[in-house]
T-cell receptor, first 113, second 113 residues
Framework: GQQLNQSPQSMFIQEGEDVSMNCTSS?????WLWYKQEPGEGPVLLIA?????ELTSNGRLTAQFGITRKDSFLNISASIPSDVGIYFC?????????????FGKGTKLSVKP | NAGVMQNPRHLVRRRGQEARLRCSPM?????VYWYRQLPEEGLKFMVY????????ESGMPKERFSAEFPKEGPSILRIQQVVRGDSAAYFC???????????FGQGTRLTVV
């Protein structure tokens, strides 16, 4: 089946540093979504991307839909302690009669004050 | 403008009992996805439904698990004859259209004793 490879698996950074994480796939995706999940909660949608090459920002977060449609990255600038959590990429490929939203394995972010 | 509602938030079942997990999508959303998550792991796709139809159930175990999304009422994920290995957090998400932004509920934490 389709696989999303998300890296890095975890990051330990100092408050104020910038963060970058990415997702790659062997398949083409039509939609890329980035989520953040905190313990005991459901994933919260951060950014949605729908077009190849699209670059979208949400506050200190910036995400891009790769030109090849097989990858996406998420950047967080000037990290703060409340950025701690697990970040997931998700891709939707709705070609044909099937299609579902599949997830990467997540990037666990720890921020040291 | 309520978000995705899942209930119950916590469910305890004895081995062999049935578990019924409910998901009410956001208003106007007709696409529902179900995921399973084990502690410290990612979200594993189970099933994708669009009002009264199962679009993709490639992630559903062949036995004991079923899902429905009737014309009226919430989507239901049903697990028959639960076993300890079914203990996990189950999340649902809904979207307006195929491939558009998907929003998650708070999840149901199932514990099988």
């Amino acid at each position: 089946g389709q696989q999303l490879n998300q890296s890095p698996q975890s990051m330990f950074i100092q408050e104020g540093e910038d963060v970058s994480m990415n997702c790659t796939s062997s398949s083409i995706f039509n939609t890329w979504l980035w989520y953040k999940q905190e313990p005991g909660e459901g994933p919260v949608l951060l950014i949605a991307l729908y077009k190849a090459g699209e670059l979208t920002s949400n506050g200190r977060l910036t995400a891009q839909f790769g030109i090849t449609r097989k990858d996406s990255f998420l950047n967080i600038s000037a990290s703060i302690p409340s950025d701690v959590g697990i970040y997931f990429c998700a891709g939707f490929n709705y070609g044909g009669s099937q299609g579902n939203l599949i997830f990467g394995k997540g990037t666990k972010l720890s921020v040291k004050p | 403008n309520a978000g995705v509602m899942q209930n119950p938030r916590h469910l305890v079942r004895r081995r062999g009992q049935e578990a019924r997990l409910r998901c009410s999508p956001m208003k106007g959303h007709s696409h529902v996805y179900w995921y399973r998550q084990l502690p410290e792991e990612g979200l594993k796709f189970m099933v994708y439904l669009q009002k009264e139809n199962i679009i993709d159930e490639s992630g559903m175990p062949k036995e004991r698990f079923s899902a429905e999304f009737p014309k009226e009422g919430p989507s239901i994920l049903r697990i028959q004859q639960v076993v300890r290995g079914d203990s996990a957090a189950y999340f649902c998400a809904s979207s307006l259209d195929r491939g558009s932004e998907a929003f998650f509920g708070q999840g149901t934490r199932l514990t099988v004793v």
